[in-house]
């Protein structure tokens, strides 16, 4: 087996978007731990498909930053072999309108597939992300987890589901969303699901909807921060969690850059 892995180049879709796809065999490759791929600013439809074979690791993120009249939609389409990790993540961040899709396919024992999830909303932006993981085959593992945070008239949606078959015994599978809203005009909607056909598994699945802590706020002001620095530390904070598993430190200060993030700015 080849000790490397493939990436195709982008081809054109026919209109606006673009096609990318990733071909992993076993090992890493030699150019880079991470894969750090920018949705290209100029919407309409935009397709990855990700095929993990046997004993692949892959680590990618996937930004879309677009300009703000921009509308795009991405779709994502994982197969994940056996002995396989994906380890994924999404940001949504720009644009007016943006919709992400991903399906992801465990089709191979002791495929691990992890995705990490942020949307960072705000003025009238509308985020979605739907993701669905489908295991057919014993001993596989998934876990996704996606941070939302909406401000002003902005809107999120979340809907993920995990579906384990009756051939996949020994199932591990879990899903969380975290929603902060910063304005009583904003709009969070979250859908997990779970469908499961086999009783050997171990599933969780949970969503939680918060707004800033006024106890939190309470302990910075009491240490001489002020109230509008007090909250921006808080959302930093929020953001800053998907981002965190992100290995590659180049990557995730340059992603931690563009959001405003950056841990130096809280001293």
């Not at 081809?11 to 150019?31: K, L, M, T």
């Not at 396989?84 to 007016?96: E, N, P, Q, W, Y």
């Not at 295991?135 to 596989?140: E, K």
Request: aromatic share 6%.
């Amino acid at each position: 087996m080849k000790e490397h892995q493939i990436f195709k180049s982008k081809d054109a879709i026919p209109g606006s978007g673009s096609r990318h796809a990733v071909e992993a065999v076993a090992g890493r490759s030699p150019a880079t731990g991470v894969l750090h791929y920018r949705i290209p600013n100029t919407g309409g439809v935009h397709e990855i498909d990700i095929a993990l074979g046997e004993g692949a690791r892959v680590e990618m993120v996937i930004e879309q930053a677009n300009s703000a009249e921009v509308e795009s939609l991405s779709r994502v389409k994982v197969k994940a072999g056996s002995d396989s990790t994906l380890k994924l993540t999404v940001i949504l961040d720009g644009g007016a309108k943006s919709a992400f899709e991903i399906d992801t396919s465990v089709e191979g024992r002791g495929a691990r597939v992890e995705l990490r999830g942020l949307l960072n909303a705000k003025g009238s932006q509308q985020f979605s992300l739907r993701a669905d993981a489908v295991h057919a085959v014993s001993d596989t593992y998934s876990d996704l987890q996606v941070w939302c945070a909406a401000r002003d008239d902005s809107r999120t949606v979340f809907n993920g589901r995990i579906h384990i078959l009756q051939s996949a015994p020994r199932t591990e599978a879990f899903q969380k969303n975290r929603n902060l809203m910063l304005s009583k005009r904003a709009t969070v909607d979250s859908f997990p699901k779970l469908l499961i056909e086999n009783d050997e598994v171990k599933c969780a699945h949970g969503s939680s909807t918060s707004s800033l802590e006024p106890e939190q706020t309470y302990y910075l002001q009491a240490r001489g921060i002020d109230r509008e620095t007090a909250e921006s530390m808080m959302l930093k904070g929020f953001l800053r969690q998907p981002l965190e598993w992100i290995s590659d430190a180049a990557v995730r200060g340059e992603i931690e850059s563009r959001l405003g993030v950056v841990e130096e700015e809280w001293s």
